[in-house]
């Protein structure tokens, strides 16, 4: 059983930063490619970053490249999400994702209560 929390959602203004952060706990974190994923009010849960185990490679949604820096500790079984400039379309629930990777939300077995991010303009 995999357990997933997130925490550093907050309010915060328009250019902004916030760092979410994500525990794993009760598998082997180290296997899993961890993604961070968002859904907005009345949108579709989607793909924000993802970093993967093996070489520690990334990928990032368009909408986020240059702002938004996944990394992971496996020490301490958590990845980040560092998040610069934000913008108020940056606002929805971010969730932590554990699985085998890519874009993809069906590729995640596991997943975080979500945290709340709201960008005021």
């Known amino acids: 059983q995999v357990q997933l929390v997130e925490s550093g959602g907050g309010l915060v203004q328009a250019g902004g930063s916030l760092r979410l952060s994500c525990a794993a706990s009760g598998r082997a974190f180290s296997r899993d490619t961890m993604g961070w994923f968002r859904q907005g009010p009345g949108k579709e849960r989607e793909f924000v970053a993802c970093i993967s185990r093996s070489d520690g490679s990334t990928d990032y949604a368009a909408s986020v490249k240059g702002r938004f820096t996944i990394s992971r500790d496996n020490a301490k079984n958590t990845v980040y999400l560092q998040m610069n400039t934000l913008k108020p379309e940056d606002t929805a629930v971010y969730y932590c994702?554990?699985?085998?990777?890519?874009?993809?939300?069906?590729?995640?077995?596991?997943w975080g209560q979500g945290t709340q991010v709201t960008v005021s303009s």
């Open positions: 994702a554990a699985g085998s990777g890519g874009r993809w939300r069906g590729n995640y077995a596991y």
